[in-house]
């Protein structure tokens, strides 16, 4: 059928993690971890996270391990422009750059390669949001033909509205990529393990299958360049939430 909404990701999880209003920007910071060091990443990553706690550092993300091994650290920005600037000048002044570089040399030694991008949330176009617990992701990354991003759009918001008239369990988060990586959309669904997103997908399907979502579907593979999903994993104990100021 026509499931591609029901498994819509990414990542205004960020924003819910932060306990704020999605941000005009997020920026993603993914490091693609060799098998044989993935622990050792991970030990990486937690030592930062409490340098970071013991220091009362301002600046903090949410890590999201995807099941190829690559990890998502995901930021707000509020603008392009800070993508130049040091996140982590803070620690510096208070540890020293000679202990953040050590840090960094850790995890920078388990990985294959890393990239930077970044997504616009777009909240208005986006259904329901997950609950505490829910950590289990769903991602698509749908790339649509070139000039058919207000189409896509509106598309987007019809599936919302079947959605709501129909008080559909699956939810989605809907942002746009903007810089680093394919032009296009990035979708996710969520739930509490990959059990509760199929069942949550089943009883969207089972409550949307008609001949508008029919319909809806053929409009979508029309304007459909590519897709693809991606499962992945939230991880508190990875992440770090400053204090509110």
């Not at 044989?36 to 903090?60: H, I, N």
């Not at 999201?64 to 982590?88: C, E, M, Q, R, W």
């Not at 000048?89 to 890393?114: P, Q, S």
């Not at 207000?150 to 709501?164: D, G, M, P, Q, T």
Request: some cysteine.
């Amino acid at each position: 059928m026509k499931r591609l909404f029901a498994l819509l990701v990414l990542v205004m999880t960020a924003a819910i993690a932060f306990g704020q209003a999605p941000p005009a920007m997020l920026g993603i910071h993914e490091d693609v971890v060799k098998p044989s060091m993935d622990s050792k990443f991970r030990e990486g990553v937690k030592k930062l996270k409490a340098a970071c706690e013991q220091s009362k550092t301002s600046f903090g993300w949410t890590t999201i391990a995807f099941d190829d091994n690559s990890y998502a650290h995901v930021f707000p920005l509020t603008k392009y422009g800070d993508l130049d600037k040091n996140p982590f000048a803070d620690l510096e002044a208070k540890i020293g750059g000679e202990t953040v570089g050590k840090l960094f040399g850790e995890m920078d030694a388990c990985l294959e390669k890393h990239f930077d991008f970044v997504v616009t949330p777009l909240p208005s176009l986006s259904y329901l949001t997950p609950a505490a617990g829910e950590n289990s992701r769903d991602f698509l990354f749908w790339t649509v033909f070139p000039g058919k991003e207000r189409e896509a759009e509106a598309i987007i918001a019809e599936w919302k509205k079947l959605y709501e008239s129909k008080k559909a369990p699956a939810g989605f988060l809907v942002s746009k990529i903007a810089m680093g990586m394919d032009m296009g959309y990035a979708i996710v669904a969520w739930g509490k393990d990959p059990v509760d997103i199929a069942t949550k997908d089943a009883k969207t399907h089972e409550l949307t299958n008609g001949e508008e979502a029919g319909k809806l579907w053929a409009r979508t593979q029309a304007i459909t360049q590519k897709f693809s999903n991606k499962r992945a994993t939230v991880l508190p104990e990875l992440s770090y939430t400053p204090a509110k100021q």
